[in-house]
Each structure stands twice: as structure tokens, then as C-alpha cells.
């Protein structure tokens, strides 16, 4: 895992041919909801933070309920409150809302380099 946070800091994946590319990118042409998160990714760990969010702006947006997520996980705190908030956080309505966004982030983002596009 360090490895790879090296790599990552170290080398941008958008000049490195390694690096893995998106296959429905290059499949249809139109940017999935992770194109970008690698070079976000890289411009994070060099603490460029606007640059990682012009790479993929949910990505960046997404990294505090990440954390939140992974401290639900590896807490050991199984009190009512706590339950009550994970399953209001991370359940199946939660489930449900974070799929809308990422479906309306994937579609506008299209739309939006459509438009731009055009102009």
C-alpha cells in the first residue's frame, strides 16, 4: 500500500502509460464517475487540491464520508447511537441516494463536456 501511495505521489498517471486506463472511456468515449480519480489521486498526495478536484470533482467531495465510512468499520463502538447513525449514514436508503449521485455527477459531467465542447 505504501508502494503505491509512492507511485501515485511520485508519478502523475495521466503522462505514464502504466498506469491502468478507464475501458468504458475508451470503449465509448464518455467519462465514467472514476475518470480522473487517479490523477486526482496523484494531485492530492502532492497537496494540489484544486487540481485534484478539476480531475474528478466526486472523488474529492467523497474522501470525508470515505473516512467516515472507514471509521464506522473499524470502530469497536457498537452502542445504540453509534448503530443508529451508521445504518442512517451507510444504509439502504443512504445506499440508494449515494447511487442517484453518482449517476446524475456521471451523466452531467458528459453533458457538460458535450456542451463545452460545442461551444
Known amino acids: 500500500m505504501l508502494g503505491l501511495a509512492f507511485a501515485y505521489k511520485s508519478?502523475?498517471?495521466g503522462d505514464y502509460e502504466?498506469?491502468?486506463r478507464c475501458p468504458f472511456l475508451q470503449l465509448t468515449g464518455l467519462t465514467c464517475p472514476g475518470c480522473g480519480s487517479q490523477r486526482a489521486i496523484h494531485h492530492l498526495l502532492n497537496i494540489d487540491i484544486s487540481s485534484a478536484f478539476r480531475?474528478?470533482?466526486l472523488m474529492v467531495l467523497s474522501i470525508p464520508y470515505l473516512i467516515l465510512g472507514a471509521t464506522f468499520e473499524?470502530?469497536?463502538?457498537k452502542t445504540l447511537k453509534f448503530l443508529t447513525w451508521r445504518?442512517?449514514?451507510f444504509g439502504p436508503l443512504a445506499t440508494r441516494i449515494v447511487l442517484a449521485i453518482v449517476l446524475v455527477f456521471w451523466i452531467g459531467r458528459n453533458i457538460?463536456?458535450?456542451l463545452s465542447e460545442t461551444l
Open 74 to 77: 473499524f470502530s469497536k463502538s
Open 112 to 114: 457538460a463536456t458535450s
Open 11 to 13: 508519478f502523475n498517471p
Open 18 to 20: 502504466v498506469f491502468p
Open 87 to 89: 445504518k442512517r449514514l
Open 55 to 57: 480531475q474528478n470533482q
